[in-house]
C-alpha cells in the first residue's frame, strides 16, 4: 500500500485530537508526496473513528471538535490543489437540524449536528422550540436533509406533520428526514414516514453519509 | 426448537430462541465490559439471567424476603402530568397523589415536586413548595424529598444567561463553550443551596436529584458541588443522586470534582464522586437500546450496575422507568418486561433498590 | 410501572416495613442487608418478616407507627413518625421541625 506509513500517521494525529499534530502530518504527507484528496479521505475516515470513539465515552466533545478543527486547517493548507482536481473539500449536502416546537431538549441535536458538520455537511441548525414552518422553509432554501429532533412524547408527533407540510409542498421527494431523541424508535420513524432513524449521533451521521454515497 | 416470547428494546412482542436470547444476552454484557472496561457478567450470571428472560410466567419476582426498597421519583407528576413525562392526566393534589403512593402502591419513600421537575424554577415559587412540603410531612410516614432534575440546558442561552456550549463548539470557541459551561455550574449550584437548604427547612427528609448530568459533565459537577453544599449545611438530609446515563457525557471534558475529571465516568465510578460529595445513595442508570432485545439490554445495563453495586460506598439504586436499566423504551412499558428486568438487577446485580 | 415494581420485589412501604428499611438507608447509608438487619432487631422480628404483611400489620398498630388503612384515632402522619424515631433510634427531620415549633 503506497504511502502506509503516512496513512498511519495521519490516523494516529486525527485520533489524538491535537490540532499541531494534525497539522504536523498533513505537511509530512504531502511533502512525501501524497495526494490532497487521499489525505482529506484518510483524515475523513479517522474523524468517523472519532465519532464513534466519543459515543462510546472514550473522547469527549471538545476532543472532537479539536480533530474537526485540525481537519479544517489541512483543508485550508490543501485547498489550492483540492480546487485544481475539483475533488474534495466540497461540502456534501445542506442540512437543517432543530428540535421541533413546543420542545427545549437540544444537547443531542447539537451533538448531531456537530458531527454532521465535521463530516463536511453545511449544517443549518436552527436550535430548540423551532416551529415546524422553519423546518420547510429551509427545505425549499436547498436543504436535502432534514433532521428533527424530540425529547418528549408530545412533540415527537410534530415530525409527522414536517413531513405532511414536506408533501403539501412537492419536495418530499428531495429531502431525507432524519429523526432522533429520546423517545424515537425505528418503529415510530417507519409509522409517520421518515427516512432515517439515528440511535445517536454518530449512527445519524453514518446513515446520511451512506444516502450520498459517500 | 423451542420459541419464547420476549421484547425488544422499543417494547415489541418478538420470539427467539433459548439459544438467541444466551447470545444477545453475552453481546450485551461484552458491550459494557468493553465500554466501562470492567468484567463481563460470568456464565452462572447470563444462565440466571436467560432463565428469567424466557420464563414464560407473565410475572416473574424474587422469592420472599429478597425485597428491596423502592424510590420514586418524579412526585406526583406520574399521575397528574401528560404524556410528555408519562403522566396519567389525572388531575389531583400533591397530598393526595403523595398518600396514594404510600398506602395504596407501597412505595418506600416519595417525594414532592414542581411540575416542571426542575430547580431553576422552584426558585420563584420556594415559598409556595415550603408550605406544601409542611403540610404533607404531617400527613405523610414514610421517608418525603423533594426532587427535581438540575437540568442545567435551562441556564444556557435562550433560556439563561450563558451561551450554549454546543452552539460555541461548532463555531470553534472551544474555551469560550467551556468557560460558559463553568460558569453555569456555578450558578447551578447556588441554585440548589437556596432550593435545597429551605426545603430543608420546611421538615423534608431531603432531597432526590434525578437525572443529573443530563447537560453533560458541567451538569454534573455543578450537581456534586451543590450536594456538598447541602450536606455541610444541612447535616440530617437523605441525598439521592441519580445519573443521566451510563457514561457522564463529556461536553465540556476537562471539569473535574474532587480532583477527578467527571467526563466519561461510568457507573462503578460515578458511585464514589457521590458518595464523596456527600449523597446516601446512588441512582445508577443505563438507557435502553430501541433497536436490540430485551436480553441484550439487561445483559448490557446487569453489568454495568452489578460493579456499581460491588465497588459503591452508599447503597445504589438503579433507575428503572420507560427506557432505562434494560427496561424498553415504550410509554407503557409491558409488564413482563418490567418484572424480568427488576428480578435480574435484584438478584444478579443485587442492588440495594429499585 | 409502581405496581410491576412492587410485585416483582417492593419491599411494600408501610404495607410492611419498607419506609423504616429505606430511613435506615438514607440516615446511615447502610446497604441493603444491614439496614433489613438493624430494623428487624429494633422491631423484634426476621429480616423475612419485615417484608410480611401479616406479621407487619399487626405489629405496625401495636407500636403505633402507622399502616395503609385508616384506623380512627391511630397515630399517622408526624405522629407515627416521633415513635419511628424511637424504635430506631434516629431523628426525623419533619418531627425535628415539628418539635422546634412548640411552644414549651
Known amino acids: 500500500m503506497a504511502f502506509e506509513n503516512e496513512t498511519q500517521k495521519l490516523h494516529d494525529a486525527l485520533v489524538s485530537c491535537k490540532v499541531p499534530e494534525i497539522s504536523k502530518a498533513v505537511d509530512e504527507a504531502h511533502a512525501a508526496g501524497m495526494p490532497a484528496t487521499e489525505i482529506i479521505n484518510t483524515l475523513g475516515g479517522s474523524m468517523s473513528e472519532v465519532g464513534v470513539l466519543f459515543e462510546r465515552g472514550k473522547l469527549f466533545l471538545p476532543h472532537v471538535l479539536s480533530a474537526a478543527a485540525g481537519m479544517k486547517k489541512a483543508m485550508e493548507a490543501l485547498n489550492d490543489e483540492l480546487s485544481a482536481g475539483n475533488s474534495g473539500g466540497d461540502v456534501k449536502a445542506s442540512a437543517v437540524m432543530g428540535t421541533v416546537e413546543g420542545d427545549v431538549h437540544d444537547i443531542g441535536k447539537s451533538i448531531c449536528s456537530t458531527m454532521l458538520q465535521c463530516a463536511g455537511f453545511d449544517v443549518h441548525d436552527l436550535g430548540r422550540d423551532v416551529p415546524l414552518g422553519k423546518f420547510v422553509d429551509e427545505c425549499k432554501a436547498g436543504c436535502t436533509f432534514c433532521g428533527m429532533s424530540a425529547l418528549m412524547t408530545t412533540t415527537m408527533v410534530q415530525m409527522k406533520t414536517v413531513i405532511d407540510n414536506l408533501k403539501e409542498e412537492g419536495i418530499r421527494d428531495k429531502v431525507t428526514v432524519m429523526v432522533g431523541g429520546a423517545p424515537i424508535t425505528q418503529g415510530f420513524c417507519d409509522k409517520i414516514g421518515a427516512d432515517i432513524y439515528g440511535e445517536s449521533a454518530s449512527e445519524t451521521t453514518r446513515k446520511a453519509q451512506d444516502v450520498l454515497g459517500a | ?354 | 410501572m409502581d405496581i410491576p415494581h412492587l410485585v416483582a420485589s417492593g419491599m411494600g412501604g408501610i404495607r410492611t416495613a419498607g419506609d423504616m428499611v429505606a430511613r435506615m438507608m438514607y440516615a446511615k447509608n447502610m446497604k441493603l442487608d444491614v439496614a433489613k438487619e438493624y430494623v428487624a432487631k429494633k422491631l423484634g422480628v426476621t429480616t423475612m418478616d419485615l417484608g410480611d404483611e401479616c406479621v407487619m400489620r399487626d405489629l405496625r398498630e401495636e407500636l403505633k407507627i402507622g399502616s395503609v388503612t385508616g384506623i380512627p384515632g391511630a397515630p399517622r402522619g408526624i405522629l407515627a413518625k416521633m415513635n419511628i424515631e424511637d424504635i430506631l433510634d434516629i431523628k426525623i427531620n419533619s418531627c425535628e421541625k415539628f418539635r422546634e415549633k412548640l411552644r414549651r
Open chain 2, 1 to 354: 426448537m423451542t420459541e419464547y416470547y420476549t421484547r425488544m428494546g422499543d417494547g415489541r412482542r418478538v420470539t427467539m430462541t433459548k439459544e438467541q436470547v444466551m447470545t444477545d444476552i453475552q453481546a450485551g454484557t461484552a458491550d459494557a465490559a468493553d465500554m466501562a472496561g470492567i468484567p463481563a457478567l460470568d456464565a452462572n450470571d447470563i444462565e440466571h439471567m436467560c432463565e428469567i428472560v424466557i420464563d414464560q410466567s407473565r410475572v416473574v419476582g424474587v422469592e420472599p424476603g429478597h425485597e428491596v426498597v423502592m424510590t420514586y421519583d418524579i412526585g406526583q407528576l406520574d399521575f397528574t402530568g401528560d404524556n410528555g413525562n408519562s403522566g396519567n392526566g389525572v388531575d389531583m393534589g400533591r397530598l393526595e397523589a403523595a398518600l396514594l403512593h404510600e398506602r395504596a402502591l407501597g412505595a418506600d419513600t416519595f417525594e414532592l415536586s414542581h411540575s416542571d421537575y426542575s430547580i431553576k424554577p422552584v426558585k420563584p415559587v420556594i415559598s409556595m413548595e415550603m408550605q406544601a412540603m409542611e403540610e404533607i410531612q404531617s400527613e405523610i410516614i414514610a421517608p418525603y424529598f423533594y426532587g427535581a432534575m438540575p437540568n442545567m440546558g435551562l441556564y444556557y442561552a435562550p433560556d439563561g444567561p450563558y451561551g450554549n456550549p454546543a452552539d460555541l463548539m461548532r463555531e470553534f470557541k472551544i474555551d469560550e463553550s467551556m468557560a460558559s459551561s463553568e460558569a453555569a455550574a456555578d450558578h447551578l449550584a447556588r441554585d440548589i443551596e437556596f432550593v435545597t437548604t429551605r426545603l430543608q427547612a420546611a421538615g423534608s427528609d431531603g432531597f432526590n436529584f434525578d437525572t443529573t448530568g443530563s447537560a453533560g459533565d458541567a451538569d454534573f459537577v455543578g450537581t456534586l458541588n451543590g450536594v456538598r453544599i447541602l450536606r455541610e449545611q444541612c447535616p440530617e438530609a437523605y441525598i439521592n443522586v441519580g445519573a443521566a446515563g451510563e457514561s457522564v457525557m463529556g461536553i465540556h471534558g476537562m471539569m473535574e470534582f474532587d480532583g477527578e475529571i467527571a467526563a466519561g465516568l461510568y457507573p462503578h465510578q460515578q458511585c464514589k464522586l457521590i458518595a464523596k460529595a456527600g449523597a446516601n445513595v446512588f441512582g445508577a442508570v443505563c438507557n435502553t437500546n430501541t433497536s436490540r432485545s430485551l436480553a441484550w439490554n439487561l445483559g448490557r445495563a446487569v453489568t454495568f450496575i452489578k460493579k456499581a453495586v460491588e465497588d459503591s460506598p452508599i447503597p445504589v439504586h438503579v433507575d428503572m422507568g420507560m427506557g432505562v436499566g434494560g427496561i424498553p423504551m415504550f410509554e407503557t412499558p409491558p409488564l413482563d418486561a418490567v418484572a424480568r428486568c427488576n428480578k435480574a438487577m435484584v438478584e444478579i446485580a443485587k442492588v440495594d433498590g429499585v
